[in-house]
């Protein structure tokens, strides 16, 4: 049993790019699936799929690399199930210079943190990518 799910999946994708494998097989959630379609969006990874498994769904996120060099160079896990970090709206953090994007849970959803500052809405920050 899994005691942080989302710090499993942001670890299993920093390995991956490590040994600059196309593609990682991650087990299904609702959370992690939006944490996906954030980063498609964003343009960290090509593309994502879901697989049909006998217990649960597996997540098979495509990642993504230019010219030989890796698109996601950090992820990190900042609100950890024991220790919650909220921000404002006002308080949204930028990542390495607005290079990357923190990505957030609100209560419109799971929301990148350009997306939040156009809501006008805080929440949960759950990791950093860059």
Do not use: H
Request: net charge positive; hydrophobic share 40%; charged share 30%.
């Amino acid at each position: 049993m899994l005691t942080d799910p989302i710090a499993d999946m942001l670890t299993r994708i920093r390995n991956a790019v490590r040994i600059k494998s196309e593609k990682v097989d991650i087990p299904l959630s609702r959370m992690k699936l939006e944490i996906a379609k954030i980063l498609k969006e964003e343009g960290f990874i090509r593309a994502y799929k879901i697989l049909k498994d006998k217990r649960q769904g597996i997540l098979r996120v495509f990642l993504k690399y230019m010219d030989n060099e890796n698109v996601i160079s950090g992820l990190k896990r900042i609100s950890k199930p024991g220790r919650r970090i909220y921000v404002g709206k006002d308080e949204i953090p930028r990542v390495m210079g607005s290079v990357g994007i923190a990505i957030l849970t609100t209560p419109r959803g799971v929301l990148s943190d350009n997306a939040c500052r156009n809501e006008g809405v805080g929440g949960e920050i759950i990791c950093y990518v860059w």
